[in-house]
C-alpha cells in the first residue's frame, strides 16, 4: 500500500536523512550566494531564470522546499503567492526551488490554491543548485505519493530560505531543519528582513 505524503512525512524522512549522513550546513549570512539559472515556471510558462538578473532588480528570496503537492510545501508556496504583493513592495524577488521536474511545477505554478501564478518555481532533478548551496538532499524513496495521490520519484531538499542582498551576499539564512521554522514562518521571516533591508536597516 502505497503511502501519501504529507508535510510531516517529508520532515521526518529529512531528520532520518540527518542521522544517517555527515551533517551539512546551509550556506551562512556573508557568503556569496552562488550565482545560478534554472528552468522556471510562473503561472504554467516556462522561461530560464536567472538569479544574476534577478538581482539588479534588488534583493532576491531563494527559498527551497522537498517537493511541490505535500502539505508543509503547499502551505509554503500558498503563504509567499497571499504575501507576494509585500515583497514587491520591498523589491525583493521571490523563487522557489526544488527537485520537481518542470512538468509538474508547470502545473504547481499555475495552481490557484498554491503558487497561483504570482511567483515562478524553478527546477532542480539533479540537485546541483541544492548543493551549491549546501543543501541535504534525501534520494527518492519507492512507494510514495503526493496529496492528489500522483508518485513521487524525485529527491527531496530540506527546507532552507535564503534571503540575498542586492550586493550578491546571502543575509540570512533559514532553516526548518536547524531552526525548527514551519513552513509558513519561512514566509513571514524573510518577508521581515527584505522589508528592513528596504529600509536601510540590519535585518
Known amino acids: 500500500m502505497?503511502?501519501?505524503?504529507?508535510?510531516?512525512?517529508?520532515?521526518?524522512?529529512?531528520?532520518?536523512?540527518?542521522?544517517?549522513?555527515?551533517?551539512?550546513?546551509?550556506l551562512a549570512p556573508g557568503a556569496t550566494a552562488p550565482a545560478f539559472t534554472a528552468k522556471a515556471s510562473q503561472a504554467g510558462k516556462?522561461?530560464?531564470?536567472?538569479?544574476?538578473?534577478?538581482?539588479?532588480?534588488?534583493?532576491?528570496?531563494?527559498?527551497?522546499?522537498?517537493?511541490?503537492?505535500?502539505?508543509?510545501?503547499?502551505?509554503?508556496a500558498h503563504t509567499f503567492a497571499a504575501n507576494r504583493e509585500k515583497f514587491d513592495a520591498a523589491g525583493a524577488t521571490i523563487i522557489g526551488v526544488s527537485a520537481d521536474s518542470i512538468e509538474r511545477l508547470d502545473t504547481f505554478s499555475a495552481d490557484p490554491k498554491y503558487c497561483a501564478g504570482?511567483?515562478?518555481?524553478?527546477?532542480?532533478?539533479?540537485?546541483?543548485?541544492?548543493?551549491?548551496y549546501d543543501l541535504k538532499a534525501e534520494a527518492a524513496r519507492s512507494g510514495l505519493n503526493d496529496v492528489r495521490g500522483a508518485t513521487l520519484d524525485h529527491a527531496f531538499i530540506e527546507r532552507t530560505t535564503f534571503v540575498i542582498g542586492r550586493d550578491?551576499?546571502?543575509?540570512?539564512?533559514?532553516?526548518?531543519?536547524?531552526?525548527?521554522?514551519?513552513?509558513?514562518?519561512?514566509?513571514?521571516r524573510s518577508l521581515a528582513i527584505v522589508q528592513k533591508l528596504q529600509a536601510g536597516k540590519a535585518p
Open 46 to 76: 516556462q522561461f530560464n531564470f536567472s538569479l544574476a538578473d534577478a538581482l539588479k532588480k534588488g534583493p532576491v528570496v531563494v527559498y527551497f522546499y522537498p517537493s511541490a503537492y505535500t502539505g508543509g510545501c503547499d502551505l509554503e
Open 168 to 188: 550578491g551576499k546571502i543575509v540570512a539564512a533559514l532553516s526548518s531543519e536547524t531552526d525548527h521554522l514551519r513552513p509558513d514562518e519561512h514566509v513571514k
Open 118 to 132: 504570482k511567483f515562478p518555481v524553478a527546477s532542480d532533478t539533479d540537485v546541483k543548485i541544492a548543493h551549491l
Open 2 to 26: 502505497k503511502k501519501r505524503l504529507a508535510g510531516f512525512m517529508v520532515t521526518g524522512a529529512m531528520l532520518a536523512l540527518a542521522a544517517a549522513t555527515p551533517a551539512l550546513a546551509a
